[in-house]
């Protein structure tokens, strides 16, 4: 890799720091191009990335971001995987580890707050936005049926008297 491309990728990685709402930071010592390719799957389609960079070149991209306080994280084969949505990319990271043994989640951060490997654990067990969202719509909706219903059933009602009279009199 030369000079160029270096500046090209600290200056995308730096980006993609500036505009994630969260970044996990993991050890993926082991893990074969197949498992990776899935993560990497797994996480474009949860809207997230993951990237393999150097750490030298990951710590200077995170100079003059809100994620700063995690440059001691990088030590070692890392891996960093982020995204725009806070609970997407430490959902599928951990998911992901818990299934490989060999993907070891050291932390993240979210925004300016660092987070350790139980804190990424933790956040991951939060519901996404769109999950948040559909459970909003859900309770707002709820009322508005109950309120048909409500305002339906004497109709209903009338409706089976009226016709237990029409039977009773077909019977007579």
Known sequence: ???????????????????????????????????????????????????VAKNRLAKIALQGTESEGIIDLFKGQTLIAY???????????????????????????????????????????LPSLDELRARLVGMISTPATRIAQVVNAPAGQLARVFGAYARKDEAA
Do not use: C, W
């Open 83 to 125: 995204s725009a949505d806070p609970i997407a990319a430490p959902k599928v990271a951990s998911d992901f580890a818990k299934g490989n043994d060999k993907l070891i989640i050291l932390g993240g951060a979210m925004g300016s707050t660092a987070l350790d490997a139980e804190g990424v654990k933790a956040l991951a067990t």
């Open 1 to 51: 890799m030369d000079r160029a491309e270096k500046r090209e990728l600290v200056t995308s990685l730096n980006d993609a720091f500036k505009s994630a709402g969260s970044v996990v930071v993991a050890h993926y010592a082991g893990i074969t191009v197949a498992q990776m390719n899935d993560l990497r799957g797994k996480m474009r389609s949860a809207g997230g990335t993951v990237k």
